[in-house]
């Protein structure tokens, strides 16, 4: 199947001071492999089938309206961050049963709902009493439809469920009931079947699963015929299908099984139908479920068993179950791994075979009108089907394979930065999350998967080539990704790493030993000195945080810790880099220790190292992110920090600007901001990456940063770099917290300016 690359829809900006009519802005392509990231709540849509939405662990959502030939990025202000996270809830996304085109879902920015079947959405007013909070379940009455039920959790650490009903198709929303749980829990679903003329719902949490029979003005348990684990039930997944009621359940260490109710959960039978993996001596897990109200004997089950990148004596070879006769007999349908028996994917990416033998599924669903069209997520993939599993296509990423992957698809990819050799400009590099080696021989056009030999191959912060050897470059590494965003500011100075060093152009790599004098932590950059490198020893630089500052003289084979000068309160270092007259900068970023925090610095040294004169600390700014050197005048600096911790309405970040190499600073910008870039010919053309809001995109100003204009059309919201073309500077590179990488051809932005600087 072939996927068609992701373009975001250019729109027209009014700029600051242009009277004319508005230039159009970047059109924006992909400029990397599509997948790598977790893939979560699929659904498609029940009035058109090739309509589908799907969530993902990084933020931002994807939708397809031709069943998977190509996907687009929805909207980030939008749609910021569906609720997919972990196992609940059964899924995020609700069509409306009977008007074509509206769907509603909960985000982490809102309720929001779409009336022209996901293309654009807008965010419903807050429901529940001073509280944005998004509902987890949106269920509707496909019998009645124009009701429907939303379901609250009740924030910590108030265990308190929330109901809001509807009579009027979605368009208004009134309490309905409240029910206290025993513990704090996530919402699982809401299952709505009727005895006679009367309405019941069925709801379940992670460990509750209970029913009424007025409208949720009373509840009572619905356990009757579960065999409950020792410790405690736990609900991973329940799906109604017209009158009838599917609901697996686990715990770690004891019982797992699929259960079905036809009496409105009064009552529940196991299912331990012919075909499906039952060893008791083995972990396993039944978990997702899909069905639907037109086909209730047709029920698909994901499967979560022994994992190894070999087949295991006993153990299924497939995912994902499916059952024609509401489970009474089963057939396994997704074989994922090129050597196993069954093997029905029909097409190849780069990750096939990549991640062993039994990568379970996170998401699946059933079409409602078709049960032979399904589709299932992994954590690398998605899976399409419309013959009933008999065979699949991957649908996240363009045909390709590890050898040659083309650019394009569902883009997931964490990169922190992005490379061109500077002996090939058609060699392209990517420093990467999880999946890192990647490179590209084509410009861009196709990449290959290269890691073999890094111990520390799990993540790339940065990369250098060498200035004397074609062949030989260097990767700062680590097994911890993600440094250093919010969740990993704490235990930086732990996290295990080191650099790796390739003498074939990135084919093979090796690691550099601890007894070399660089320890065996993360690294998050890496620099090569120019100006005192020679033809037989090249000067490298390395950021491990947490413990400072290492520099080679001689290309890497023995280094030596430099941090005379630098705060050893915090030792926190994640930059480092140089100008073109020998001065050497160094920045922290936040020291974060329990309920600690010491803030981050910009150092300056004009000696190699041996001493460090301290350039910027902000009082109460304690998360410095990248500082920048104007291409055009060393003397002109730029330091950026984000917000210090993950609320959104943190507003201590920033950009700060010294116009004398660090003597003093003038705030220019005022919100968290992650990076800052300079044009390399045209010193007053500044983009920056703005992580207000938790990210808020790509900012551009023609006037060295006295201004700002949002470049609106730019499709994801954390981006992490600004890169330009070394051979062309209208080409504009964007690498993304779990977006991939985009480019786009930005003249525009660089002629609306001139036209402002004109008489």
């Known amino acids: 199947m072939k996927l068609a690359s992701i373009l975001a829809i250019?729109?027209?900006?009014?700029?600051?001071?242009i009277t004319d009519a508005a230039p159009v802005e970047p059109v924006w392509f992909p400029a990397a492999p599509g997948g790598g990231g977790c893939f979560r709540g699929p659904e498609i849509s029940p009035h058109d089938s090739n309509v589908i939405l799907c969530g993902n662990d990084m933020g931002g959502a994807f939708r397809t309206g031709n069943?998977?030939?190509?996907?687009?990025?929805?909207?980030f202000d939008q749609i910021r961050s569906v609720f997919t996270s972990g196992r609940y809830p059964h899924n995020s996304w609700c069509f409306h049963p009977s008007i074509a085109g509206r769907v509603f879902v909960g985000t982490n920015n809102g309720f929001r709902r779409s009336d022209d079947s996901g293309k654009t959405w807008s965010k419903i007013p807050p429901i529940l009493p001073d509280s944005d909070q998004a509902p987890r379940v949106i269920q509707f009455d496909t019998k009645t439809p124009e009701i429907g039920y939303l379901v609250f959790r009740g924030e910590r650490p108030i265990n308190r469920v929330a109901i809001y009903k509807t009579t009027d198709s979605g368009n208004s929303w009134n309490p309905l009931s409240s029910y206290q749980l025993d513990n704090w829990e996530d919402?699982?679903?809401?299952?709505?079947?009727?005895?006679?003329?009367?309405?019941?719902?069925?709801?379940?949490?992670?460990?509750?699963?209970?029913h009424s029979h007025d409208e949720g003005q009373t509840w009572q348990p619905a356990i009757n015929g579960l065999n409950l684990p020792q410790k405690g039930l736990k609900i991973y997944d329940l799906a109604p299908a017209g009158q009838r009621l599917y609901l697996t359940i686990h715990s770690d260490t004891d019982a797992t099984g699929i259960y079905r109710s036809d009496d409105h959960a009064a009552n529940w039978s196991p299912i331990s139908g012919n075909g499906l993996y039952t060893k008791p001596e083995?972990?396993?897990?039944?978990?997702?479920?899909?069905?639907?109200?037109?086909?209730?004997?047709?029920?698909?089950?994901?499967?979560?068993g022994p994992r190894s990148p070999e087949p295991i004596e006993g153990a299924p070879h497939s995912n994902v179950f499916y059952s024609t006769d509401g489970g009474e007999n089963w057939q396994p349908i997704l074989f994922q791994h090129p050597n196993m028996d069954g093997y029905n994917i029909t097409n190849r990416t780069w990750g096939t075979g990549e991640w062993g033998w039994a990568?379970?599924?996170?998401?699946?669903?059933?079409?409602?009108?078709?049960?032979?069209?399904?589709?299932?997520?992994?954590?690398?993939?998605?899976?399409?089907?419309?013959?009933?599993?008999?065979?699949?296509?991957?649908?996240?990423?363009?045909?390709?394979?590890?050898?040659?992957?083309?650019?394009?698809?569902?883009?997931?990819?964490?990169?922190?930065?992005?490379?061109?050799?500077?002996?090939?400009?058609?060699?392209?590099?990517?420093?990467?999350?999880?999946?890192a080696g990647w490179q590209s021989r084509d410009s861009g056009q196709t990449w290959s998967y290269e890691y073999k030999g890094n111990p520390w191959h799990h993540n790339i912060y940065a990369m250098a080539f060498s200035l004397n050897d074609p062949q030989k470059r260097w990767a700062a590494s680590s097994k911890t990704h993600d440094i250093p965003t919010w969740r990993y500011q704490e235990g930086m100075g732990t996290y295990n790493?080191?650099?790796?060093?390739?003498?074939?152009?990135?084919?093979?790599?090796?690691?550099?030993?601890?007894?070399?004098?660089?320890?065996?932590?993360?690294?998050?950059d890496i620099w090569l000195d120019p100006i005192h490198s020679n033809a037989e020893n090249e000067v490298l630089w390395a950021a491990v945080p947490g413990h400072g500052a290492y520099r080679s003289g001689d290309s890497g084979q023995t280094w030596e810790k430099r941090i005379n000068g630098i705060d050893e309160a915090n030792l926190q270092v994640l930059r480092i880099s140089g100008g073109p007259e020998g001065t050497i900068y160094a920045m922290t970023t936040i020291n974060a220790t329990g309920e600690q925090r010491i803030g981050g610095k910009l150092y300056s040294s004009d000696n190699e190292g041996q001493s460090w004169h301290e350039l910027l600390s902000i009082p109460y700014v304690p998360f410095l992110t990248n500082f920048t050197i104007d291409p055009s005048d060393s003397n002109t600096l730029y330091v950026c920090a984000a917000q210090k911790t993950q609320s959104p309405h943190s507003k201590n970040g920033g950009i700060w600007k010294s116009t004398d190499k660090g003597q003093t600073w003038t705030k220019i910008h005022d919100k968290p901001t992650f990076m800052l870039a300079v044009h390399p010919e045209k010193p007053n053309e500044l983009?920056?990456?703005?992580?207000?809001?938790?990210?808020?995109?790509?900012?551009?100003?023609?006037?060295?940063?006295?201004?700002?204009?949002?470049?609106?059309?730019?499709?994801?919201?954390?981006?992490?770099?600004?890169i330009f073309d070394p051979m062309n500077a209208d080409i504009v590179y964007v690498t993304n917290f779990g977006g991939g990488v985009y480019k786009a051809n930005c003249s525009e932005l660089w002629s609306t300016s001139d036209k402002l600087q004109q008489p």
């Not at 250019?10 to 001071?17: E, Q």
């Open 10 to 17: 250019a729109l027209m900006i009014t700029s600051v001071g």
């Open 67 to 75: 069943d998977g030939e190509n996907w687009e990025l929805l909207p």
């Open 187 to 210: 919402i699982v679903n809401l299952g709505i079947t009727y005895d006679g003329r009367q309405r019941i719902l069925t709801l379940a949490t992670e460990t509750n699963l209970i």
């Open 282 to 304: 083995e972990t396993y897990q039944y978990q997702r479920l899909a069905t639907s109200d037109r086909f209730p004997d047709h029920i698909y089950v994901t499967f979560n």
């Open 359 to 435: 990568v379970a599924p996170f998401g699946i669903d059933m079409d409602p009108n078709d049960p032979e069209h399904v589709i299932v997520t992994t954590i690398t993939s998605v899976f399409l089907s419309n013959d009933a599993g008999r065979t699949w296509a991957q649908v996240q990423a363009e045909e390709g394979s590890v050898e040659s992957q083309p650019t394009g698809g569902m883009m997931m990819f964490s990169v922190w930065n992005y490379y061109f050799n500077p002996h090939n400009h058609n060699n392209h590099v990517l420093a990467s999350t999880d999946f």
């Open 497 to 524: 790493g080191g650099i790796a060093f390739s003498e074939d152009n990135g084919k093979t790599w090796s690691g550099i030993p601890s007894s070399a004098g660089l320890p065996h932590f993360s690294v998050t």
């Open 687 to 722: 983009l920056m990456v703005s992580w207000e809001f938790m990210g808020d995109g790509i900012h551009h100003s023609s006037d060295g940063g006295h201004t700002w204009e949002k470049i609106r059309n730019y499709p994801f919201w954390r981006a992490l770099q600004i």
